[in-house]
């Protein structure tokens, strides 16, 4: 794992080693242990190296081909590496690394062939010195980050935006539409950035920068292609699909337990980390290094499931209790450590989570991406349900007006006897503001509409956000690249392209990478995904039992009736601590003169928000959390504002 950064310049350019040196400081982080640069005429190739594999010299970047033709920056592992490397012409290795076979493999096969053979995470840019070409790549869901844009006649790259501030910072313009996705969705999706001059490379993608000219991105790998495929050779039974799956799981893992330094894994007790670490465990010839934290807040903690797991498995668990004070400690940091505004607020147990497994290792395995690929969430459930009964309902619009107009104390009068129906949909509290949600969606005319109008926060964040040239905020939650018929199977689809890349994998990324971790993800591996989607979703979630195909893999390692339990999920209490802790810190962000001053958003809207959350009519921290992030992202870096 590491941070990469270059520029191709324009031939009038004075940029230089020293200006490259200056961008590559801002992601130290990404990589503490070795630094490199190249360069080549009107061009600069800069590395961060968090060492992995060979540690030796050996695996310094930037690094050459035995041809001499290519020269490559890489962040990221590439698992198959020692297969990908017998299965090569012979030649004179100067080392052990993935990044060396990378390069033969691209002196070989070309470029776009080789991409289609990598199973890893990674994002890269390689120089071709004989067609004076520079490839930039990401791997197949986004585990790794890269930005790219002209700017001031350069083509610049870079793993983080810091990066690109640090010398390109007076010629970027805040991009106010992304602002306005951020707001619906907690994350700016690809191939947006906070600037208007730089794009985040799509995952699966690649793009190339030749003769002073950008050429279109181009696609090697698609999630609709993989689906397309396993709907041709789907499992005909039970026994065959979880047998497969445990297969490709267990080779899955033992790929991503190789590393020439201390590894681990996040263990939160649920399905998929207790997964994981079991086939971690089997695997080893000695205790697996576990971690889990835990907090002294109801319905929130999960450390005593992950400790009776890590017990009955034998793991030399590391376990560690934050209170309420220790996690929001964390606040002021999170500007600094997401380079552009980020707002799920899982954001904040991730990094404490990684920041106590640094302590002890340098990789770290995680169970991310098995709700996505076999029906984890209790939305894909939950949605189905709630849209059979309020389609039927008449007069949606009336009914929807009236609960909007009604107080929520007197809802929570009136229909009190819901309550208990709306827990079994994964919704705690009281139900006056579940019906001020469910008004919200009553207007919708299709059941996808309802879905992605029931993922979103700010509705109305084009009016929210200032200059916002957005009215289609959701166009990008789109599914017409590929035909799928189950309803369930489509909302899996649309969470694997655009939450778990833009949400999942960025906050796993960043929070891990800002005290120099290596999370590694097995359930992503290309064997895995195919095998989910080989599975119709009806054997993925039978009845009210979603995941089943993992769950019959687990019960090989652990007992049933230890993991028989409601899925928690991974977050904090956050719509309490705004209205207490955090309370005068979110005033203050969200005053009214601020935000008149700044004149980014609404501050009346804002501010009826706020007053709503804090005399508890409504629980709208998710919406609050948005705009906090992006007022702490400006505080990291008061130049920022300039760019408005």
């Known amino acids: 794992m590491c941070g990469l950064a270059g520029v191709v310049c324009s031939h009038s350019s004075d940029f230089s080693e020293k200006n490259l040196q200056t961008m590559l400081n801002k992601i130290e982080h990404r990589g503490p242990d ?12 800069g590395h961060r190296r968090l060492s992995i594999h060979d540690l030796s010299s050996a695996g310094h970047q930037p690094m050459h081909s035995h041809s001499g033709r290519f020269t490559i920056v890489f962040n990221g592992e590439i698992y198959n590496f020692e297969e990908i490397r017998a299965q090569l012409p012979h030649i004179e290795w100067r080392g052990t690394s993935d990044t060396e076979v990378m390069l033969h493999a691209i002196d070989i096969l070309g470029v776009e062939k080789s991409l289609q053979i990598f199973n ?20 197949k869901f986004g585990e790794k980050p890269l930005y790219y844009g002209v700017i001031n006649n350069h083509f610049v790259f870079a793993s983080e935006l810091t990066c690109i501030e640090a010398e390109f910072g007076e010629y970027l313009t805040i991009n106010k539409s992304a602002i306005a996705k951020q707001a619906a969705v907690s994350y700016i999706p690809a191939p947006l950035s906070i600037y208007k001059e730089v794009k985040k490379l799509q995952a699966g993608s690649f793009v190339q920068y030749k003769g002073s000219k950008l050429n279109d991105v181009r696609t090697f790998w698609s999630l609709a292609s993989v689906i397309e495929k396993a709907k041709k050779d789907q499992f005909s039974n039970d026994e065959e699909a979880v047998d497969h799956l445990h297969g490709c799981l267990k080779r899955a893992v033992k790929q991503r337990m190789a590393s020439d330094v201390p590894l681990g ?9 207790s997964l994981v670490v079991s086939l971690m465990q089997t695997q080893s010839d000695k205790p697996v290094n576990t971690f889990s934290i835990g907090f002294d807040v109801p319905g929130y903690n999960e450390a005593e499931f992950a400790k009776e797991v890590a017990d009955y498995l034998g793991t030399n668990h590391h376990e560690k209790y934050f209170t309420p004070k220790d996690v929001l400690d964390v606040v002021p940091r999170l500007g600094a450590m997401f380079d552009e505004p980020f707002s799920d607020a899982s954001q904040m147990p991730t990094y404490l989570v990684s920041a106590m497994a640094k302590e002890k290792v340098t990789v770290a395995l995680s169970g991310d991406g098995g709700d996505e690929l076999f029906s984890g969430y209790n939305r894909y459930t939950a949605t189905p349900a709630i849209w059979d009964k309020i389609s039927k309902v008449p007069a949606r619009q009336f ?3 009236v609960i909007k107009k009604t ?45 992605r109008q029931s993922i979103t926060h700010w509705k109305e964040s084009d009016n929210l956000v200032f200059g916002s040239l957005e009215h289609n905020l959701l166009e990008f939650l789109s599914t017409d690249e590929v035909t799928i018929k189950e309803f369930g199977e489509w909302m899996m689809y649309l969470d694997s392209m655009t939450y778990l890349s833009g949400d999942i994998l960025t906050k796993v990324d960043r929070t891990a990478m800002s005290v120099s971790l290596e999370g590694r993800i097995p359930l992503l591996d290309p064997s895995v995904v195919e095998a989910a989607w080989r599975m119709p979703f009806s054997m993925k979630q039978k009845g009210n039992i979603g995941k089943w195909p993992l769950k019959q893999v687990l019960y090989q390692y652990l007992p049933r009736e230890m993991m028989e339990r409601p899925k928690m999920g991974f977050g904090v209490p956050i719509h309490d601590w705004l209205r207490s802790e955090l309370k005068e810190w979110t005033q203050d962000l969200l005053s009214f003169e601020r935000l008149k001053n700044q004149g980014l958003y ?35 870096d008061t130049s920022r504002l300039r760019r408005l």
Not at 123 to 139: G, M, P
């Open 399 to 401: 009914m929807a007006s």
């Open 407 to 451: 107080p929520n104390s007197i809802l929570n009068t009136l229909f009190f006897f819901l309550t208990k129906k709306a827990s079994s949909y994964g919704r705690q509290g009281k139900i006056g503001p579940k019906l001020k949600a469910l008004a919200n969606w009553l207007g919708a005319t299709s059941i996808e509409e309802f879905y």
């Open 34 to 45: 070795d630094y490199g640069i190249w360069t080549s005429n009107n061009i600069l190739l």
């Open 120 to 139: 890893g995470m990674f994002a890269f840019a390689l120089w071709d010195n004989v067609e004076q070409c520079l490839t930039l790549a990401r791997d």
């Open 602 to 636: 609404n501050p009346v809207l804002v501010q009826d928000t706020l007053t709503k959350h804090l005399e508890t009519q409504e629980n709208n921290a998710a919406k609050l959390w948005d705009i906090l992030m992006v007022q702490a992202w400006f505080d990291a």
């Open 265 to 273: 894994a996040f263990l939160s007790g649920g399905v998929d980390s």
